[in-house]
């Protein structure tokens, strides 16, 4: 399931992860983002800037579901936005949450330290720190800490698929280990090794050892909890690699959905993700329970 060696030369590498090269047009949809984030943040109750920890990064924004039940707390989709780990803020991605406010989830919208200021083992339990922050105060915004599912685009979706595997117990003694409930990984990278060696990610400084630490594919399955991964169809075929392998190293136990979508490139898939109407969209609300939604 792995490229060959020999086919990772700087060149060839930087062709297959350069996803702005790939998506000459991919400016189109960063617009398209900020003003429909900027529009959701103004239109939807929200709750923005909170702190998860003492970095000024450390802040998450919470959309409240639209019409939670008297009494009843609701599944919670915490999201975790790309930009190979360097790049992108979660005001970029206010989008995401009115589909899934309006469907009756509680969407959380994280942040973290960009690199290269921190290494991506650092963002790692930044964001394991965002996730016991989550899991100890949503109820407060009508989530319910018992249904939590992550979802991630890009470096976001490896993100997402570390959290899944993440040892809760060893984090903090009041965490569940099932704290993340499932996770949904967008275009999501899983073996870091030729992110290590690709020329234009030099300014990662990712080293052997943080590879060995941070790729999922080299971490155990999780004892618990599904993962769905996907990848549009267009990207490049180091992405749909990537895609294919987090199902060979985790299993279909624990992998059971692991596609490309046809039609999509790196930046349009994201957009996929809000549409009613699209494979991936139903996906989410399948992780959330969310697929038959109840008579309010």
Known sequence: MSSSASDW?????????????????????????????????????????LAYGKNPSEMLDIFPASESRAGHKEPVLVFIHGGYWRALDKADHSFIAPQFTQAGACVVVLNHTLCPAVSIPDIVQQMARALAWTWRHVADFGGDPERITVAGHSAGGHLAAMLLAHDWAAHAPDLPQGLVKNALSISGLYDLEPIRLTPFLRDLNLTPEQVRLASPVMLPPPPEGTLYSVAGGDESDEFLRQNRLIQHAWGLDTVPVCESLPGLNHFSILEALVEPSHRLHRLALELLGLDEVPSR
């Open 9 to 49: 030369n700087p060149q060839w590498l930087d062709r297959m992860y350069n996803n702005r090269l790939l998506v000459p047009g991919h400016g189109v949809h960063f617009e398209r983002w900020a003003k429909d984030s900027e529009s959701a943040r103004q239109s939807w109750p929200c709750q923005l800037g």
